[in-house]
């Protein structure tokens, strides 16, 4: 009888490959909404200052299910939050669908609040990759699953572009189906996946949350992963309208949206190397500098390339920033602490999130597209000067221990 609490090779590359497969399924229903939402949105508002709202919903339905899907999961298993969160996405596909033919904004908001609830689930699917692999092997794990992404960055851009005229009195609506097909085929790969159940140490929940949130290292993983996700989809929110103000075809948009997602996932074949290496820390201040590089070309100009590049530095920045920030998670936890720390942890990143999102739409109708680089400054000098004290306090306890040892 095998007493190990790892899995075999077998299972581990079967997990990694269906929930790889899943996050590029759910990684499309996701470019969808951010390809469509600020456009529909601008068809269907009452007034053009809640164009991008209903993207912001979308974030704001990621942060108001983190802790229940947590919760769920730590009561029943990762699966049943996982057939749940394809549950909602379906859901989402279909009330955008109808919210377009009938024209209701509202209707639409609630579509991405659910499409926000499947992005919850989806959180998850990094973490569970991890479950039941050697703690060397982790890192690799995560980043793998996250490359599964890449597929994502092709399938979506295109699916709205070969759909979006299918039906011409109501452009969008078929795209909102074909996305509830897709995540419905997502929950059909995801029951494949063979997880641990929690244990009773788990469901009890390890050590006060009040004494893990005061680790160095968990509030440099919190502060790392927040901005390099709130900064993400604070541009990434305002790009497509930004590039349609300026005379930028959808089909632009859509290819630019491709590109940017497919720079979001594809280093995860070679980022858990890295982390390995080199330390998630290091990884992680990489991809903070990258997204201010990003910012930057986008102030050249406002020509197609511009737009371009700055998408694609967007993503890479993401990559090596959040994937750093969560591995960063995984080293502040004991295995029956793992759901509570872990979906902590995304609410509060999800949470900043949500403000930045809203804070975007804002800027770009009153201001204009540079005004919001320009802010999204800020986050990132604050981010890397957290993060930079918290690593050094982090040192600093670790090298006390060892001289008291």
């Known amino acids: 009888m095998n007493t190990s609490p790892f899995f075999s090779e077998q299972v581990q590359r079967g997990n990694i490959w269906r929930l790889s497969v899943a996050q590029a399924l759910a ?22 200052v809640l164009a991008t709202l209903p993207i912001s919903i979308f974030v704001v339905g990621m942060a108001a299910c983190i802790l229940p899907v947590g919760a769920l999961t730590r009561q029943h298993g990762r699966r049943v939050a996982f057939l749940a969160g394809t549950g909602a996405g379906v859901l989402a596909g279909l009330l955008a669908m109808v919210a377009v033919i009938m024209g209701w ?52 851009p295109q699916l709205v572009t070969w759909t979006m005229d299918l039906w011409p009195a109501y452009v969008f609506a078929a795209t909102f189906l074909v996305q509830a097909a897709v995540a419905a085929v997502s929950a059909l790969i995801l029951l494949g996946v063979r997880l641990p159940m929690p244990t009773a140490q788990e469901i009890a929940g390890g050590r006060p949350l009040a004494a893990i949130v005061r680790q ?11 901005v390099s996700y709130m900064l993400m989809n604070f541009l990434m929110t305002a790009a497509p ?33 890295l982390i390995t290496r080199f330390g998630a820390a290091r990884v992680a201040i990489v991809g903070l500098v990258l997204t201010g590089l990003s910012a930057a070309i986008g102030l050249g100009g406002l020509d197609l390339m511009h737009f ?10 993401w990559n090596f920033g959040f994937l750093g920030a969560s591995a960063l998670v995984l080293e502040c936890h004991r295995p029956e602490e793992k759901t509570s720390v ?64």
């Open 216 to 226: 160095p290292r968990f509030v440099a993983a919190v502060i790392c992963g927040a």
């Open 241 to 273: 309208l930004a590039m349609h103000m300026h005379g930028h075809s959808q089909a632009s948009a859509n290819l630019g949206l491709q590109w940017h997602v497919i720079a979001m996932y594809a280093p995860s074949f070679f980022t858990g190397h």
């Open 342 to 405: 872990q979906s902590l942890n995304d609410f509060i990143v999800f949470g900043l999130m949500a403000i930045g999102s809203f804070a975007s739409g804002g800027l770009l109708s009153a201001y204009g597209w540079h005004t919001v680089l320009w802010v999204s400054f800020v986050p990132l000098v604050l981010a890397v000067v957290a993060l930079a004290v918290a690593i050094r306090k982090g040192a600093s306890t670790s090298a006390v221990q060892e001289g008291a040892g």
């Open 105 to 156: 904004f509202w209707l639409f908001c609630l579509a991405t609040f659910f499409g926000g609830s499947y992005a919850a689930v989806v959180l998850s699917f990094r973490f569970a990759a991890a479950d039941g692999v050697e703690p060397k092997r982790r890192a690799r794990a995560l980043s793998l699953v996250m490359a599964g992404g890449v597929a994502a960055g092709i399938v979506g």
């Open 27 to 48: 990684g499309a229903n996701s470019v969808v909404v951010y390809a469509t939402g600020a456009i529909v949105g601008d068809m269907l508002a009452p007034s053009p």
């Open 308 to 317: 371009w590049w700055s998408l694609i530095l967007l993503g890479l920045g």
